[in-house]
């Protein structure tokens, strides 16, 4: 690494590490409940902007987390957690596309997980597409 690669500034969340969004998805799912403190490392790993929302105890604050062309699937309850699953928007009840899927201990911490993995997978995508125009 040169010394002007080592002085840039941190990486914003265009450019997320794979790690960080699956970590916090992980811990979301064996909390027991939501608490400011997950709030506001969702707030700070997706860089949002305005005031910090109750996103691990409202489950209207957690579905704003998920990104344009998203879409919510019904929720599957079992053993005492909740299982929230996400898709690309417009595909009619079908699976073309893979879902996205996180266990939680509520609702609420359940979308946060899966909306955290579907921005990394957004991430991962902006990333490829990035390095495929850098080979051509």
Wanted: overall charge positive; hydrophobic content about 40%; proline content about 6%.
């Amino acid at each position: 690494m040169s010394e002007d690669e080592a002085r840039r500034p941190p990486v914003r969340v265009d450019q997320m590490t794979f790690d960080r969004l699956i970590r916090i998805a992980d811990r979301l799912g064996r909390v027991q409940a939501g608490n400011a403190a997950a709030d506001q490392a969702i707030y700070q790993a997706l860089n949002r902007s305005g005031p910090v929302l109750a996103y691990t105890v409202a489950e209207d604050a957690a579905q704003s987390l998920l990104p344009a062309g998203f879409e919510l699937l019904p929720a599957t309850y079992a053993g005492g957690a909740v299982y929230a699953a996400c898709r690309r928007s417009g595909t009619d009840g079908k699976l073309p596309q893979p879902h996205h899927g996180q266990w939680g201990t509520t609702l609420p911490l359940a979308i946060c997980g899966v909306c955290l993995r579907v921005h990394e997978g957004l991430d991962q995508d902006r990333r490829s597409a990035r390095t495929s125009r850098a080979l051509f």
